[in-house]
């Protein structure tokens, strides 16, 4: 298993933009499916973005296409989660995980077997 650490969080301006960055121990990082995921106070865990091995495919839900964008460099062990566009809405923790396969789709946190520790979003309007 890998284990996962975010970084990048933080305090912006609603139409402001933040990176993201998920670092991952191990060798084996081009294996995973990487995804994230985020929880707003009160809500459940919700998918955001997702990418595959090689990069090759991305997977995002609607709420953040065109906002949005997932990328990984697997020579540096990092998915990152570009944001633009952001929302008082997307305030909310987020959380990078990993995966060996598709299990249950992309978009199922039950997919993930790995998670990191969460970073927090706050976008201010």
């Known amino acids: 298993q890998v284990q996962l650490v975010e970084s990048g969080g933080g305090l912006v301006q609603a139409g402001g933009s933040l990176r993201l960055s998920c670092a991952a121990s191990?060798?084996?990082?081009?294996?995973?499916?990487m995804g994230w995921f985020r929880q707003a106070p009160g809500k459940e865990r919700e998918f955001v973005l997702a990418?595959?091995?090689?990069?090759?495919?991305?997977y995002y839900t609607d709420s953040v296409k065109g906002r949005f964008t997932i990328s990984r460099d697997n020579a540096k062990n990092t998915v990152y989660l570009q944001m633009n566009s952001l929302k008082p809405e997307d305030t909310a923790v987020y959380y990078c995980?990993?995966?060996?396969?598709?299990?249950?789709?992309?978009?199922?946190?039950?997919?993930?077997?790995?998670w990191g520790q969460g970073t927090q979003v706050t976008v201010s309007s």
């Open positions: 191990g060798r084996t990082f081009s294996s995973y499916v």
């Open positions: 995980a990993a995966s060996t396969g598709y299990g249950l789709g992309p978009d199922s946190e039950y997919t993930y077997n790995c």
């Open positions: 990418i595959s091995e090689n990069g090759r495919s991305t």
